[in-house]
């Protein structure tokens, strides 16, 4: 089984003065019954030295990362200096990385494009428009407030919605894909999500 690194989002409870990692089982879950084995890395990991830190993710192997939802998707989020270390050091190391929906947010932010909010697209299904050539899902879930204004550099768009917004992308060179979906959210997972999943992390 590959290690894919999974970043969480973060919790923060004011009343308990505590600031909390949190990561859903669903997706942990999905990972592990596709052969994949998660390991959960804190965003506080940044406290230790980056030379440290650099050790420790070559001893232990990582192969791929996924950066999960939640939090906003810029610099005010406080995954952010975590998320882009992760995605440095995936770039210079080329590690895949899947992006589910703030993590594609923050995909397309640290390469050049802008958030935008948007309407009818928390708690809602939607179909997608499918701009490649590419198997992906026809159908999706949806959660997200906000959606990339336009593609990132070096990147491209896969889907669209059919309101226009962006729904995934893709880079160009290196083997990493935002989606603005939540596979592990489905009650029966889509076997096109599980066929991608290994595309990225092959």
Known sequence: MKNILVNPKVSVNK??????????????????????????????????????FYKFLKLIKIEGIVLSGGNDGDHRNPRYKSQVFLIDYAKKNKIPILGICQGMQMLGYKFGSKLMKVKNHVKTRHKLINLTEQKFPTHVNSYHNYSLKDCPKNFYITTKAFDGNIESIKHKSLNWEGWMWHPEREKKINKIDNYRLKKIFK
């Open 15 to 52: 009343t308990r003065k505590e600031v909390n990692d949190v990561i859903d089982q669903a997706l942990v879950n999905w990972l592990i019954k596709n052969s994949y084995y998660p390991i959960i890395i804190s965003n506080k990991n940044l406290i230790m030295p980056k030379k440290k």
